[in-house]
């Protein structure tokens, strides 16, 4: 890989563009004749007329699968603007939460997903931040913890079926059911959904306490995602059976949890089912 890493200039040359203000589709291009000039340099894949043509027509050809999920997501996210719904689906949303902060998360994150599909970033965080955020900061939440829950989530419904853009374009990348590419991207990204109620749980997660506080918290954070994730796939330093998945679950939420005793109970026994593992690996 080291011998190939010239591979990677059309993709930094992408994200440099973008960075430095480019528009999208300046920097597309840049960064497609940046893909044809580092062709000439693997003798094996060097790019001639045909194979640009046959690139330009593949790219074509997998984009029409996203362009139709946009147009749907954009008659949905218009007849949200124009009607003005999202307002009072979200009023209504956080009234039967009532004065119950967690139910009022819940509720905040099924709306932040459900404006966020279909939009890119800014635009899924702009209208999420507009229609949730205010009710949450209006029980009581900080106005960070907010806006980066709804941000989070307006990020993740990227991921989340029916719509699921990101999953589309890579389905139209690998050239895989798009359907089923979603649902799989949304079981990996599973343990991601939690990680929002750790800020609400946990504020030193955002910088938000002094430094101890900082590094307990993100320390434990880290861990417990890990063991969340160990625990929806069923792999934690090998293959794990249904009770083990069972433990390491109430063990993620014990350490998302943040407080030092729920910790303790938490890191025990991963820590325990984590040698158990490691030793039947070696005597295996």
Not at 50 to 71: E, F, M, N, P, W
Request: aromatic share 12%; proline share 4%; glycine share 10%.
């Amino acid at each position: 890989m080291l011998k190939r890493v010239f591979l990677f200039l059309p993709l930094i040359i992408l994200i440099g563009g973008l960075v430095s203000g480019y528009s999208v589709i300046r920097s597309g291009t840049l960064a497609m004749a940046s893909a044809f000039m580092v062709s000439w340099l693997v003798p094996e894949a060097r790019m001639g007329f045909r194979s640009v043509c046959d690139a330009l027509h593949l790219g074509a050809k997998g984009t029409i699968q996203l362009i139709a999920v946009c147009a749907c997501a954009g008659i949905i996210v218009g007849v949200i603007g124009l009607t003005g719904i999202g307002l009072r689906f979200s009023s209504m949303i956080l009234s039967i939460a009532g004065e119950n902060q967690l139910a009022a998360m819940f509720f905040a994150m099924a709306i932040s997903i459900i404006l966020g599909m279909g939009m890119p970033t800014t635009a899924a965080y702009a209208v999420a931040a507009s229609v949730v955020a205010p009710g949450l900061i209006k029980l009581g939440i900080s106005p960070l913890v907010a806006h980066m829950f709804v941000f989070y989530y307006a990020v993740i419904s990227a991921i989340t079926p029916p719509v699921a853009l990101a999953a589309y374009a890579g389905a139209a990348l690998a050239g895989s059911d798009p359907m089923r590419t979603s649902v799989t991207a949304f079981i990996y990204g599973l343990a991601a959904f939690i990680v929002p109620f750790m800020f609400f749980y946990s504020p030193a997660l955002l910088m938000q306490g002094d430094w101890v506080q900082i590094v307990h918290y993100t320390a434990t954070a880290c861990i417990g995602v890990y063991v969340l994730a160990a625990a929806l796939q069923g792999w934690y330093f090998g293959l794990i059976g249904l009770l083990p998945r069972i433990v390491l679950f109430t063990c993620a939420l014990l350490l998302i949890y943040g407080g030092l005793w729920t910790d303790i109970a938490g890191l025990v026994p991963a820590g325990l089912l984590a040698a158990w593992q490691l030793s039947r690996r070696r005597s295996g």
